[in-house]
């Protein structure tokens, strides 16, 4: 008397079965992504993968595919939604990845793509940055062409230099009494 039996665990195994097989799923989606399978990650996506998922270290799947040099994984990847500046946690972006790799044509996707050019990837350093302390001298001159510089501009400066550019056109809305 007193002793109850033992309720099967069915559920509870159940849940934890699916969980695992879930998290199994997610590993071999990450592994597509860094080997550029891209119509196996595409069908997985179909399926409902988050087309933003990350692995343990903040590692999008557009990211690992762009790092590994898979132009049509990326591209797959930007059509489904990945969000193109997404950090992994080191601060990282996808643009910083392929300035440090050289890829080129991967950097020209990603700016198509509004990959923000300026973007600090850790420590200050910017794509053209990692594309020049690495000695990728085709991806610096390429991302200077599209408005990277080597030296560190602070926004503040950017939004001071547009207010010095459109000095002209605010003097023209502002009352005359705050003018002298």
Same mark, same amino acid.
């Given at each position: 008397?007193?002793?109850?039996?033992?309720?099967?665990?069915?559920?509870?195994?159940?849940?934890?079965?699916?969980?695992?097989?879930?998290?199994?799923?997610?590993?071999?989606?990450?592994?597509?992504?860094?080997?550029?399978?891209?119509?196996?990650?595409?069908?997985?996506?179909?399926?409902?993968?988050?087309?933003?998922?990350?692995?343990?270290?903040?590692?999008?799947?557009?990211?690992?595919?762009?790092?590994? +040099?898979? !132009?049509?994984? *990326?591209?797959? #990847? &930007?059509?489904? @939604? =990945?969000?193109?500046?997404?950090? /992994?946690?080191? $601060?990282?972006?996808?643009?910083?990845?392929?300035?440090?790799? +050289?890829? !080129?044509?991967? *950097?020209?996707? #990603? &700016?198509?793509? @509004? =990959?923000?050019?300026?973007?600090? /990837?850790?420590? $200050?350093?910017?794509?053209?940055?990692?594309?020049?302390?690495? +000695?990728?001298?085709?991806?610096?001159?390429? #991302?200077?062409?599209? @408005? =990277?510089?080597?030296?560190?501009?602070?926004?503040?400066?950017?939004?001071?230099?547009?207010?010095?550019?459109?000095?002209?056109?605010?003097?023209?809305?502002?009352?005359?009494?705050?003018?002298?």
């Amino acid at each position: 008397m007193g002793a109850y039996p033992v309720v099967s665990h069915s559920i509870p195994i159940a849940a934890e079965s699916e969980e695992q097989r879930y998290r199994e799923f997610q590993r071999l989606a990450i592994d597509r992504a860094r080997y550029g399978e891209t119509d196996a990650l595409a069908g997985m996506l179909r399926q409902g993968l988050p087309v933003n998922l990350c692995d343990s270290r903040g590692n999008s799947l557009l990211l690992l595919s762009c790092y590994h +040099g898979h !132009l049509e994984t *990326a591209r797959m #990847l &930007l059509k489904a @939604g =990945a969000e193109v500046d997404l950090r /992994n946690n080191r $601060g990282q972006t996808s643009l910083g990845g392929v300035a440090f790799k +050289g890829y !080129l044509k991967i *950097a020209e996707l #990603l &700016l198509w793509h @509004g =990959a923000d050019i300026h973007a600090d /990837n850790g420590g $200050g350093m910017t794509p053209v940055m990692l594309a020049s302390v690495f +000695g990728r001298t085709a991806m610096v001159s390429f #991302l200077e062409q599209h @408005g =990277a510089a080597l030296i560190r501009i602070h926004p503040l400066s950017r939004q001071a230099h547009l207010l010095i550019l459109l000095a002209p056109l605010i003097r023209l809305f502002v009352p005359r009494s705050v003018k002298s």
